[in-house]
């Protein structure tokens, strides 16, 4: 339980698996009222964060039922065109994986800022990755799209800076969730994690939820546009 999200309204997307569901359990262990948006599963919003309609839909319905955004986590998340070169990548499949973890990054944002500036205060935490800051030759469009949500995370905690509103990013290595058992299963990752991970483990969502729920707490009220590198020390090495 973290201190200082009681009553606090929340919105999760890709909240129904993985990292996402982590949060909003996190959250509403801690008081938070929670909302949970994904494309599938048990989701309290169906939504897919590439589509702008759906996203400005769940931005009003959140406002609709609770008169207010405090907390806006952006994780939908998809790995896309995993294990090819770059010229194998069928222009669709690059339009998909950027849509969805980029483009849907910046449509989550363009909408949550929209309510939350009226307020004049606000927390968005970014799910961007290692890969944000790293190559993945298994994947560049992925880490085209995490360095993305890097630029874009630190961008707009500079516009949104003076209207008391933070942003930042949490930057997962790898995680045990759905997507991190999809790319542990590549064979030529037989004895990852352990050379990239000084830890030699992977997280658990569950340590991925106790630094956004940190990041959405009063806790960390002098910290906007930051990168947190949550990959057991990979990063560093
Ligand atoms: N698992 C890892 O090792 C890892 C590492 C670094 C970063 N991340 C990032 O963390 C986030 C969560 O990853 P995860 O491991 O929990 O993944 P996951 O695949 O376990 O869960 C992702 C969730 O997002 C939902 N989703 C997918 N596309 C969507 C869309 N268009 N609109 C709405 N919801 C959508 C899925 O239905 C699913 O519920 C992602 O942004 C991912 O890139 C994961």
Known sequence: MIAGLEGRVAVVTGGAAGIGRAIADKFLESGA???????AGAADILCDVANEPQV?????TVIGRYGRLDIAVNNAGILGPFGKL????EEAEWDKAIGVNL????????????AMSG????????LSSVMGFLAAPKNPAYSAAKHGVLGLTKSAAVQY???GIRINAICPGF???DMGTTIGADNSL???PKPFIPMGRKANPVEIAEIAAWLASDSSSYLTGEAIGADGGWRII
């Open 33 to 39: 009222t929670v909302l949970t948006a994904d494309v």
């Open 56 to 60: 400005e839909a769940m931005i009003s």
């Open 86 to 89: 770059l010229e194998q990548v």
């Open 103 to 114: 483009k849907g990054v910046f449509l989550c944002m363009k909408h949550e800022l929209a």
């Open 119 to 126: 307020q004049r205060r606000g927390v968005i935490i970014n």
């Open 161 to 163: 800076a003076g209207k």
């Open 175 to 177: 995680v045990e969730t």
């Open 190 to 192: 037989s004895d990852f």
